[in-house]
Structures are given as structure tokens and as C-alpha cells.
């Protein structure tokens, strides 16, 4: 006999977990099954992002930027510190505390809110009568179900994520050629580490490394850096990463890749179509990820897929079948945790009769390099092709007083806004807190602020966030301190 549900989610990282929630909170029967486990063999909710993801690489680059901080600046600030050394396995154990946190803090939840939790990997069955079969393979440990069992639903929500893209000819071994799981639990600092690709995976775990002692070396196969982001910011990131000792190499070719005796060698062409290799002891292969669908039973049901292997969504994240949605790194659309948030949520709400609302313009991305880098809305490269007429006020962080107090000056916040209506079009910052700071960027461009908008509001002294007033000033040429 299957156990009948309102929903049935697959999948527990950030879009399914929230969802899951979202749908108890809204007084609908809910059922998650999450396949991921801990070293142990226990449930570890939270998909990639807890434990592979966002979570574990945060808490590896706040380690190691205070590793550096201790060894390069804060004499600065007349703290003298000596005999500053590294103990990894205290880092990683640090790193694996946080993340099982995390994971308990889901299961929490789950019971708080009566969401029913099956850990196993879930896949349809069928559909008969209006409900879908879903089978539920179960691991069977530590709180979790134990049995194989069947589970229905009126509904579904496919939230199984993302993997990491391997080279064809250098497949994860998760020793020497490493997926971002094994760039995450090095287990010592690698003299030498290679990274293909300059994404945002290869930005913060070559950032990590490099700061503990690794010579790295990114090898980018665009011949820009930083495409997708404002070139003005790209410009300056290419300038404050490079002088930090990453070695980033544009337009290249990778031909081959092998393992002997000396390490890794990766085989490639550069810009200029010359032979060149580079021999380090560890590899990191960082050229995007691919939607999760093998195993889930697609097929079985009549679930379409896209070209590119995700699962077809249309702009309310339902799927070629009824009452089947999807969210998250397994449809369209940037892969970003809190999008994969919103989106469970609205879908949620969208299955309780409400009005679940994504506005996919105003997601903000986070680098979490040093400094970190942030930006909502359109670049100036996309005004000028879109022929947008826009207005820019650009103001440094050398101007702004919390900045210098912090000892940390580098960077800008940038604000472009249509040159009529004074609409902010968009976001971009690069320095310190970037990541805190550009909350303030969404909701004003949720709200459709102007830049005069952001320019009268009082912000508080001495604070970075100042430095976003005054970039919103100087769109009109007026800031008060540069
Ligand atoms: P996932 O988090 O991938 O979760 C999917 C879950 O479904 C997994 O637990 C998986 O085991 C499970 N699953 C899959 N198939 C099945 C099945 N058949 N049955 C049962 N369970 C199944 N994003 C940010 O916004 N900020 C960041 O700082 C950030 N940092 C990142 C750093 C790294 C190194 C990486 C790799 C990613 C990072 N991301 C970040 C991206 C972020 O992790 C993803 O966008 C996010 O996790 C997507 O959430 P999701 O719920 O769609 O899928
Ligand atoms: P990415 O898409 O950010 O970058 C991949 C890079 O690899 C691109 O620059 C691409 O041109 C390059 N590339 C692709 N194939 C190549 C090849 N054969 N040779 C050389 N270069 C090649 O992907 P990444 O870094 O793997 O991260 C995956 C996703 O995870 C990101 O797009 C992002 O959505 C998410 N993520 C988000 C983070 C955040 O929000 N801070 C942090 C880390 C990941």
C-alpha cells in the first residue's frame, strides 16, 4: 500500500527543502526524499549547496582569508602576530562541522513543520487515477524510513539539482583530477594546482588555495575573463586577482590531460595557438555543472527534457506534465542557491492556489573572491546593445571612511539608471561586503527606486553602504565625498 501525500518532493537542497516547507506551511501533506549521505551513511539534506556547495566552500574561504589576514595584515593594524601556521585538518573539521549544522538544522525543520522525510532517491513509477507514483530506494539510517516503498501525490516537485561537468578526457577521480566535492577536502595544501576554468568555481576555490600556500594557475578556455559581468568590474578583478599571485590564462585550448609520476599534466594551446602544458599535483576541473535526470524515471512517466538535458519548464517552473513542477539547477536559468529558493517557494504557493512570483531580474550574483563582487541587474556592456540610454555614477571605496577605517579600499559601487526615467537598471560592486551590500541594490530595484531614490535615503556614517549612496549621487554628478 503507497502512502498518499498533497506533494511529494525529490530532491532536499535549497529549492526542494524550502520548497517542501513552504508547501507544510500552506497546510499541504508533504513528503521530501533527499539521496545524499554523510560520510556515516546518514541523511545530509541541503543537496550541493550544503554539503558540496555554497556552505562548505564559504566557510573554507572565511578560514583561509583569515589565514592571510594573520600573515600579511594585520600588522597593520599594530596587532603583531608571530609564528602563524596552518593546521588544514582543523580548517576542513571546522568546514565539516559547519556543513553537518546545516544538515541537522534541515532535518530540524522538516519535523517542526510535519514534513514527512524519506532518505533514498526517488523515481516515477507512474501515474494512474490523477496521482503520480513515486519509488523511494531507500538508504534506511538514522531517523530515516528504512524500507523500499512507494509514495503518491497529486503533485510532484522535481528539485534534483546539479553535477559537476567533466572533461571527456579526464574524468573525476576526486584524488588528482577533482570535482569542486574533492577542491572542498584536500586533505594537504597542493604545491602546485591547475584549475580549468574561470567561473565562479574557479575563482573561489583558486582563491582558497592560493591563499594557503598553492601556486595556482587558471586556464579559461573564452578569450575574456569575466564575460557575463560589468567589464568595468571584470577589468578591475582581473587587476586585484592577478596582483594576488592567481596566474589566469584566456583562450585556451585543452588538448589532453594526463597522470604520471610528477602530478597532473594538462596539454593545451594558448591565445596565440601555441603548444604549452602546465604539471601540478592536483587538478580542479571547474567548466559548469549539468541538470540531475538520470535515475528519476523521466521516461516512465513522459517527463520532457530540453536540449540541453534539464527539465522543460515554462516560466511558472511547470513541466510538460500536469501538477509536475520543477525548480532549481535542474531547469532554465541561472544556477544559484537562492534562486532555487524562490522558485520552490512560488511553486509551492502557486500548488496551494496563491500566487507564487519570481522576478528573475533581480537575482543577484556573488563572487566571494577578496574583494568580493556583486551585481544585480544589467550590465553597461547589455544597456549599450540593448541601445538603453543610461546615466553611470561610479564611487571608490578609497572615498568612504568605514573603508579605510576597515584597512580595505579596494573597489567600487557602481550605479547605472535609464538617463529619463532615473530607473536603477542595475547593480555592480566590487569590495568589501559586496555580498551584504547588494541586498540593498535588489530591494531598491524591486521597488523600482531611481537613483535619486537611493541618493536621498539616509544611510548610516561610517558605513560601506555610503558608498552606494554616493555612487547613486554621482549618476547625477553630485557625490558629496569624490
Ligand atoms: P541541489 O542543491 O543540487 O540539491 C539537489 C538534491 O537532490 C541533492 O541532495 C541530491 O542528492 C538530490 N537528488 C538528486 N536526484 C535525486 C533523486 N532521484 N532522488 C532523491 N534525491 C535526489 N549558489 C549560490 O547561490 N551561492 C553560492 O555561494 C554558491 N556556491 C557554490 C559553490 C560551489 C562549489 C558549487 C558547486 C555550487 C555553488 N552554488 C552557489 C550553487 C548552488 O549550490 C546551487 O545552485 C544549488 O545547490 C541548487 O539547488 P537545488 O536545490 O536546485 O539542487
Ligand atoms: P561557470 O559557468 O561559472 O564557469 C565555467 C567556466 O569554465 C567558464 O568561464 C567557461 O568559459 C569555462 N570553460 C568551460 N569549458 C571549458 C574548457 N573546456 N576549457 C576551459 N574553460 C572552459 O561554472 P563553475 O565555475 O563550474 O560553477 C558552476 C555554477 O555553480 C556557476 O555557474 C554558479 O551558478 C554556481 N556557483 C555559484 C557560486 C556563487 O554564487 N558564489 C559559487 C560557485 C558556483
Redesign the pocket.
Given at each position: 500500500m503507497s502512502q498518499i501525500f498533497d506533494v511529494i518532493v525529490?530532491?532536499?537542497?535549497?529549492?526542494?527543502?524550502?520548497a517542501a516547507i513552504r508547501c507544510a506551511q500552506l497546510g499541504l501533506k508533504t513528503a521530501c526524499?533527499?539521496?545524499?549521505s554523510n560520510e556515516q551513511g546518514a541523511p545530509?539534506?541541503?543537496?550541493?549547496?550544503?554539503?558540496?556547495?555554497?556552505?562548505?566552500?564559504?566557510a573554507l574561504l572565511q578560514s583561509s582569508e583569515h589565514y592571510e589576514q594573520a600573515l600579511t595584515h594585520l600588522g597593520e593594524h599594530g596587532v603583531e602576530v608571530q609564528g602563524v601556521s596552518l593546521n588544514l585538518g582543523k580548517m576542513l573539521a571546522r568546514k565539516n562541522l559547519v556543513v553537518s549544522q546545516n544538515n541537522q538544522g534541515i532535518l530540524y525543520l522538516f519535523k517542526k513543520n510535519k514534513v514527512s522525510f524519506f532518505h533514498?532517491?526517488?523515481?516515477f513509477v507512474d501515474r494512474s487515477d490523477a496521482l503520480y507514483r513515486v519509488a523511494?530506494t531507500s538508504r534506511g539510517t538514522q531517523g530515516a524510513k528504512a524500507q523500499d516503498e512507494i509514495l503518491s501525490a497529486q503533485h510532484v516537485i522535481v528539485?534534483?539539482?546539479?553535477?559537476?561537468r567533466a572533461l571527456d578526457m579526464a574524468p573525476f577521480d576526486e584524488e588528482n583530477i577533482l570535482?569542486?566535492d574533492g577542491?572542498?577536502r584536500m586533505s594537504e595544501v597542493p604545491k602546485k594546482l591547475t584549475l580549468i576554468g574561470s567561473g565562479?568555481?574557479g575563482l573561489?576555490?583558486g582563491s582558497v588555495w592560493r591563499r594557503l600556500g598553492a601556486e595556482v594557475t587558471v586556464l579559461e578556455g573564452l578569450p575574456v575573463f569575466m564575460g557575463a559581468v560589468d567589464e568595468q568590474v571584470a577589468k578591475e578583478a582581473w587587476k586585484l586577482l592577478t596582483q594576488q599571485g592567481l596566474k589566469i590564462e584566456l583562450g585556451v585550448k585543452v588538448q589532453a590531460v594526463s597522470q604520471g609520476a610528477k602530478g597532473v599534466k594538462v596539454s593545451y594551446t594558448n591565445a596565440a595557438g601555441e603548444a604549452q602544458s602546465v604539471v601540478s599535483n592536483k587538478l580542479i576541473v571547474?567548466i559548469g555543472?549539468v541538470p540531475?535526470t538520470?535515475?528519476?524515471g523521466a521516461e516512465k512517466v513522459g517527463l520532457a527534457l530540453d536540449e540541453r538535458g534539464a527539465i522543460a519548464v515554462d516560466e511558472l517552473c511547470r513541466t510538460s506534465l500536469p501538477q509536475v513542477w520543477a525548480?532549481?539547477?535542474?531547469?532554465r536559468g541561472?544556477?544559484?542557491?537562492?534562486?532555487?529558493?524562490e522558485e520552490?517557494v512560488a511553486v509551492a504557493e502557486r500548488i496551494a492556489g496563491e500566487h507564487g512570483h519570481v522576478n528573475y531580474k533581480t537575482i543577484p550574483?556573488?563572487i566571494?573572491t577578496s574583494p568580493e563582487i556583486a551585481w544585480v541587474g544589467e550590465t553597461e556592456q547589455q544597456l549599450k546593445a540593448a541601445s538603453t540610454p543610461y546615466r553611470s555614477g561610479v564611487f571608490p571605496f578609497l572615498a568612504n571612511g568605514r573603508a579605510r577605517a576597515l584597512g580595505d579600499t579596494r573597489g567600487f559601487v557602481k550605479v547605472l539608471a535609464h538617463r529619463d526615467s532615473d530607473e536603477v537598471l542595475g547593480v555592480h560592486i566590487i569590495g568589501p561586503s559586496a555580498s551584504e551590500l547588494i541586498a540593498e541594490a535588489v530591494m531598491a530595484m524591486e521597488f523600482k527606486a531611481s537613483s535619486e531614490d537611493i541618493a536621498r535615503i539616509c544611510h548610516a556614517h561610517p558605513s560601506l553602504s555610503e558608498a552606494t549612496k554616493e555612487a547613486a549621487l554621482a549618476v547625477d554628478k553630485r557625490a558629496l565625498n569624490f
Open positions: 525529490i530532491g532536499a537542497g535549497p529549492g526542494g527543502y524550502v526524499i533527499d539521496a545524499w545530509a539534506p541541503g543537496g550541493t549547496c550544503t554539503n558540496v556547495g555554497c556552505i562548505p566552500s564559504k533514498g532517491s526517488g523515481s523511494v528539485a534534483t539539482g546539479s553535477s559537476a570535482s569542486n577542491a572542498l565562479v568555481i573561489e576555490m571547474s555543472r540531475n538520470q535515475g528519476l525548480v532549481g539547477d535542474v531547469v541561472p544556477m544559484l542557491a537562492h534562486k532555487a529558493e520552490g550574483w556573488v566571494y
